[in-house]
């Protein structure tokens, strides 16, 4: 949901863009690079690491590092009857059910292609070979092209042809595809739909233009887009809605732009990560209770002496890689729902505070060497927490938490060794925080 949230923060963003200066432009292949990228952009800036991943927790001076949270699903058959759905799942049902007809819808429509491809009867005229079948109106879809030639004049036909075959050659089909399985992630989303139609109506623009600049007649090719439609609800290259709209833009006469303006897609970007940074609702670990949790695992004979930081000139690194995908692939791995927690319905989630040592150690500190490095009273300070995942939940036995704790902390303990943060060229620790969350399945 927090990926879905992010993609189409940015897709908004990216779009207001789009409308605001890309859209009087007369540049086709400039907006459909910018559209196309803009696509690309929001489904992958919201996976690229984010800048927001510092926050505080209690203590005066400390701060830890949260690493995104990872989930361990358990299937018990054993959950109470009582474990009811919840809103929020809920939606994630109802949408992913609108995914899946969606695509189911996509895919009947590729078999239906690639089935009248196969009974359509192929025809050669001036070297372009095309498909003619009376059910498909003229269209073209990759390497097919498809016009019925009785149902239109000669000048409409060989109108109809050249352009679709500047759509065939141009792979407009390409783009066509892209943005129908964008859509269907955010079919929610009006900007979505906004786009979706954007993105087809450029590649009509593309060909008309293309049609022009080959010294096709205007007039005479005003009149074929009025004879005939290009157009149903596929995914191949056919529209009749936007017929008005072409000829419109057919006979504006806008200044055409220049390649120069998709520099602005670098400050996009910029803002775009800022945006998704800020959606990071990174949180400190709550107490349950006031009661001071007891820590398993506990490192003896460790001092901490030295300050431990929260950010430093070069941060820690596992396996090779960055802690936030890295480490949660280790905890995925080898972390594993307790048994007796599933069996009776146990979720929540649970906090961990560690310590990556100067020498590449995971430390896990007790109450009291936590308490000595921010300087407070232990019964002030939390190493390891529990909190329902729900506000309103109820909060389970102490001992089934506790089992989510310990199975927390022993893989937490038994991380292999970091690379070691940097200050100045001199090894230090670094403290983190990292978030567990245990579902039902």
């Known amino acids: 949901m927090l990926y879905l949230l992010e993609l189409n923060l940015v897709m908004i963003l990216f779009f207001t863009v789009y409308k605001l200066i890309f859209e009087k432009d007369k540049n086709f292949l400039v907006r459909r690079i910018y559209l196309i990228g803009s696509i690309v952009l929001s489904m992958v800036i919201p996976l690229m690491p984010s800048f927001r991943t510092v926050a505080p927790v209690t203590g005066d001076g400390l701060f830890t590092i949260h690493l995104e949270s990872i989930n361990v699903f358990s299937t018990a058959s054993s959950v109470p009857s009582s474990h009811s759905l919840t809103l929020i799942q809920w939606l994630g049902i109802l949408y992913l059910g609108m995914v899946w007809l969606g695509f189911s819808r996509l895919v009947i429509q590729l078999v239906l292609i690639m089935r009248a491809a196969r009974r359509a009867e192929k025809i050669d005229r001036n070297g372009i070979s095309y498909l003619s079948h009376r059910r498909l109106h003229a269209s073209s879809f990759?390497?097919?092209?498809?016009?019925?030639?009785?149902?239109?004049?000669?000048?409409?036909?060989?109108?109809?042809?050249?352009?679709?075959?500047?759509?065939?050659?141009?792979?407009?089909?390409?783009?066509?595809?892209?943005?129908?399985?964008?859509?269907?992630?955010?079919?929610?989303?009006?900007?979505?739909?906004?786009?979706?139609?954007?993105?087809?109506?450029?590649?009509?623009?593309?060909?008309?233009?293309?049609?022009?600049?080959?010294?096709?007649?205007?007039?005479?090719?005003?009149?074929?887009?009025?004879?005939?439609?290009?157009?149903?609800?596929?995914?191949?290259?056919?529209?009749?809605?936007?017929?008005?709209?072409?000829?419109?833009?057919?006979?504006?006469?806008?200044?055409?732009?220049?390649?120069?303006?998709?520099?602005?897609?670098?400050?996009?970007?910029?803002?775009?990560?800022?945006?998704?940074?800020?959606?990071?609702?990174?949180?400190?670990?709550?107490?349950?209770?006031?009661?001071?949790?007891?820590?398993?695992?506990?490192?003896?004979?460790?001092?901490?002496?030295?300050?431990?930081?929260?950010?430093?000139?070069?941060?820690?690194?596992?396996?090779?890689?960055?802690?936030?995908?890295?480490?949660?692939?280790?905890?995925?791995?080898?972390?594993?729902?307790?048994?007796?927690?599933?069996?009776?319905?146990?979720?929540?989630?649970?906090f961990i505070q560690f310590i990556v040592t100067k020498d590449g150690e995971v430390l896990v500190p007790d109450l009291e060497t936590w308490a000595k490095i921010e300087g407070k009273p232990m019964d002030e300070v939390v190493v390891i927490t529990y909190r329902t995942m729900e506000k309103g939940q109820e909060v389970p036995e102490d001992r089934y938490i506790q089992l989510l704790k310990d199975e927390v902390i022993r893989v937490v303990s038994s991380s292999p060794r970091w690379e070691p943060g940097k200050q100045r060229g001199q090894s230090v620790n670094v403290a983190f925080t990292f978030p567990v969350n245990f579902a039902m399945q």
Request: glycine share 4%; with cysteine.
């Open 142 to 350: 990759f390497g097919y092209i498809f016009i019925d030639h009785r149902q239109v004049d000669q000048d409409t036909f060989r109108h109809i042809l050249a352009h679709e075959t500047i759509h065939k050659l141009e792979w407009h089909s390409i783009d066509r595809i892209l943005v129908e399985l964008f859509f269907l992630m955010n079919w929610f989303n009006p900007v979505a739909w906004m786009l979706r139609r954007s993105v087809i109506e450029n590649l009509e623009y593309l060909a008309d233009s293309a049609m022009l600049r080959n010294g096709t007649d205007p007039v005479k090719y005003q009149l074929s887009i009025l004879n005939q439609y290009i157009g149903s609800a596929s995914i191949n290259n056919q529209f009749s809605s936007q017929i008005k709209n072409r000829i419109n833009m057919l006979n504006k006469n806008y200044k055409l732009g220049s390649g120069w303006k998709l520099t602005i897609l670098f400050p996009i970007i910029f803002i775009a990560m800022v945006l998704v940074s800020c959606t990071e609702n990174v949180e400190a670990p709550e107490k349950v209770s006031d009661q001071p949790e007891e820590i398993l695992a506990a490192v003896p004979d460790q001092s901490f002496d030295e300050p431990v930081f929260r950010v430093v000139e070069e941060m820690p690194t596992f396996q090779g890689g960055d802690p936030v995908v890295s480490f949660r692939k280790y905890i995925a791995q080898n972390i594993h729902y307790p048994v007796e927690a599933a069996e009776n319905g146990v979720t929540g989630k649970i």
